[in-house]
């Protein structure tokens, strides 16, 4: 299984500020996912990210507000841009399960803790 | 679209209650089917899955059956613990690589020593 770190751990901005996170994964995997987590609430998947190209999006986020890089196969950053409070969030970083057996599956990191003012 | 709809919570249990969150599913095809748990401050884990119709997942003491008549995955446990104090995401994906995963809205479980 994958191990996942993500940077920072917990981030306190201002709004209209851009914060961006990290996500860093000790093995090449193919897919990594970024979610949103608002407070008491599920996650919401915001985009999936391969390398080489450009990133996913799904519905309810553009690639203005939430831009993403994938510059190699253990690598990725999610930007939150022009932050409000509303944007208060867990994000949350995953990746694939890369093959074999356990390859239906997703592991993530342990989150990034984001609270605008 | 496919969707995951579990127990509303919290939760709240007596160490070494007997656990059920129960979780229903809705999807097109034949989903695999996961319990995702997160402990506070901390991401997901995944805790148990299972890929096919009547397969049972385990493990923790935790176990889900794969019930594809009744399209469920509750998720029971026979006594539990203060550590296990957490919030439980059932799922199912479709794919075959770790992609198109839909979360339940998750269930909060608090167990009183």
């Known amino acids: 299984s994958a191990v996942i770190s993500q940077k920072p751990s917990r981030d306190i901005c201002q709004r209209g500020t851009s914060l961006t996170i990290q996500c860093q994964v000790d093995?090449?995997?193919?897919?990594m996912f970024w979610y949103r987590q608002q407070p008491g609430q599920s996650l919401t998947l915001i985009a999936t990210?391969?390398?080489?190209?450009?990133?996913?999006?799904e519905s309810g986020f553009v690639i203005d507000k939430f831009p993403i890089s994938r510059p190699n196969l253990t690598f990725s950053t999610l930007t939150v841009s022009n932050m409000s409070p509303e944007d208060s969030s867990i994000y949350l970083c995953?990746?694939?399960?890369?093959?074999?057996?356990?390859?239906?599956?997703?592991?993530f990191g342990p989150g990034t803790r984001l609270t605008v003012l | 679209g496919d969707s995951v709809t579990q127990m509303e919570g919290p939760v709240t249990l007596s160490e070494e209650a007997f656990l059920t969150i129960n979780c229903t599913y809705t999807?097109?095809?034949?989903?695999?089917l996961f319990w995702y748990v997160q402990y506070p401050g901390e991401g997901l884990q995944l805790l148990l899955k299972?890929?096919?119709?009547?397969d049972k997942g385990s493990n923790k003491g935790f176990e889900a059956t794969y019930r594809k008549e009744t399209t469920s995955f509750h998720l029971e446990k026979g006594s539990v613990q203060v550590s296990d104090s957490a919030v439980y995401f059932c799922?199912?994906?479709?794919?075959?690589?770790?992609?198109?995963?839909?979360f339940g809205p998750g269930t909060r479980l608090s167990v009183l020593p």
């Open positions: 999807a097109t095809g034949y989903p695999s």
């Open positions: 093995s090449q995997v193919t897919m």
């Open positions: 990210a391969n390398q080489g190209s450009e990133a996913t999006y």
């Open positions: 299972a890929t096919k119709a009547d």
């Open positions: 995953s990746v694939d399960g890369a093959g074999g057996p356990r390859g239906n599956e997703q592991f």
């Open positions: 799922a199912l994906s479709d794919g075959v690589y770790g992609q198109n995963f839909v």
